[in-house]
């Protein structure tokens, strides 16, 4: 009887912890498929902005109404910087707590100029997958700091002439409110010495706690660990002072594609143009089969190496499926210049592996990142798509796969 009670006893706790280790796995699951959904989370070629929206700052300052102040918000990914200032015309006082008067707390809304571009980090050098954003104010400025903020003007974004070329093109294709900040390079300098110095400045006030925070960036949003992960969408970052107030920023996030830059770029054109021409050829003379594969090899040997061309917008990615595209159109050419309909020859193992990515992706038909940047044009154009699957069915038939 003892023994049948301990066995009925040791399998109901058996039972217990499997039904509660299944319920921690189930909330888990759940938790981070919230955290972690892909089309969310900012990975290294998604450019991005922030938008600076309600805050509460406290300071000591008791003549907070009457004095200057200024807001700074240091951005760093990897060896760069990036500056952005706040001034008292950029910013909305909606609301003043007094807490007996030993310090104050003001409600503020950013008005104007209080969205920062951040270009796809993959084009910063060294960026080690991740940003670091930094927010400090100080209130009752010198004579000497207000001269300097005359010269540095709220609606630009200052970094160094290295980020300046990568911000100026997200700016040129993403910008769609008049309250992004342009680039600005030449004045970065400037922008230090008033961010390096105001906090030692005789008779200074805080305007709020340094508050900095860190999100991680990823290459492949699918494959992530961690809870830091830079999401989109709205984020209250609070800096606690005391049990009744607290500092408190507001930022809101917002993921874009790089898939506009890319399709600005002239390589881009060309490869679509190479593609039109070729593709759409129901048979191919045997004299020109070497010219036509060539024109598609020197695409991918010259146009999609990275670097080979200065101020070119590229990254990895893109240059994988633009390749896989060509590849595939190298296939259909030698498909379409033999008079015979079938061969025992093996296909070139890059043409294979671009015939299984179209197959793959055409059955799928999602954008995403592994596709991207051939989306639009190719995969989900209707007419292209098309020509597409053809000759898929051409190169099946022709090498024989089932």
Known sequence: MGDNYKSINNNMNKSVKISVLLLAF???????????????????YDPFTITFGDMVLNT??????????LIIVTITIGPEKLIKFFYKDDLLVNQVKNYNDDYWSINFTARKNNIILIPAIYNIANNGGN??????????????????MSQLSTSYIYTSSTMY????????????????????????TTAEVLQRNVSTRPGIFYLSNPTEVSYSIPEDPK?????NLLIQGQKKIESKLSNKAADVWNLTFTKYTDVKLVMGESYYNKIKGTFSDIINMPKIDENKREGLIARCNEIITEDLVMGRKLGVYMNAEAIKQFTLLLNFVKA????????????????????????NYFETNLKENDFNLNNQYLFDDFINSSVNRGAIQKEIDLIRRYYQIK
Request: glycine share 4%; charged share 25%; aromatic share 8%.
């Open 165 to 188: 070329g990568s911000i100026e093109q997200a700016y040129k294709y993403l910008a769609t409110s008049p309250e992004v900040n342009k680039p600005n390079s030449s004045l970065l």
């Open 131 to 148: 940003i670091s954003i930094k927010m400090e104010g100080y209130s009752n400025l010198s004579a000497g700091d207000e001269t300097m």
């Open 223 to 227: 494959k992530v660990i961690g809870t």
């Open 26 to 44: 189930l909330i888990s699951v759940n938790l981070y498929s919230q955290i972690y959904s892909p089309k969310d989370i900012v990975n290294i």
């Open 60 to 69: 000591n300052d008791d003549e907070f109404k009457e004095h200057n102040f």
């Open 332 to 355: 259909g050419i030698r498909v379409k210049s033999d008079t015979a309909s079938e061969t025992s020859d093996f296909m070139k193992s890059e043409e294979r592996e671009a015939l």
